[in-house]
């Protein structure tokens, strides 16, 4: 079993920062890709960023420039830093991770529990 924690999410006004991060623990043999997504009120979850084992990003069009992915492979860790943050970048913010328990084993997505982030005018 895989656990993730999140934290770092709250209230900052426009303009401001914040700083998610998600770990993972449990029975992990490797992490290969981790990412963020995020879902509004009455939208669709989608994708924030994401970063592989071997660190190459992908970010949504919308946060280029302001966000930044990174991971911390010695403790299972991925880091979402948010800078200059908008009203619409207002969402639950969820951190995803693919795991291979083992070395022959497939590879399983898990999610975290959410974090709210509120951007104020």
């Known amino acids: 079993q895989v656990q993730l924690v999140e934290s770092g999410g709250g209230l900052v006004q426009a303009g401001g920062s914040l700083r998610l991060s998600c770990a993972a623990s449990?029975?992990?043999?490797?992490?290969?890709?981790m990412g963020w997504y995020r879902q509004a009120p009455r939208k669709q979850r989608e994708l924030v960023a994401s970063?592989?084992?071997?660190?190459?990003?992908t970010y949504t069009n919308s946060v280029l420039g302001r966000f930044t992915i990174s991971r911390d492979n010695a403790k299972n860790t991925v880091i979402l830093q948010m800078n200059s943050l908008k009203p619409e970048d207002t969402a639950v913010y969820y951190c995803?991770?693919?795991?291979?328990?083992?070395?022959?084993?497939?590879?399983?997505?898990?999610w975290g529990q959410g974090t709210q982030v509120t951007v104020s005018e």
């Open positions: 449990g029975s992990i043999f490797s992490l290969n890709v």
């Open positions: 970063i592989t084992s071997g660190g190459r990003t």
């Open positions: 995803q991770v693919e795991v291979k328990v083992t070395p022959w084993g497939r590879t399983i997505q898990y």
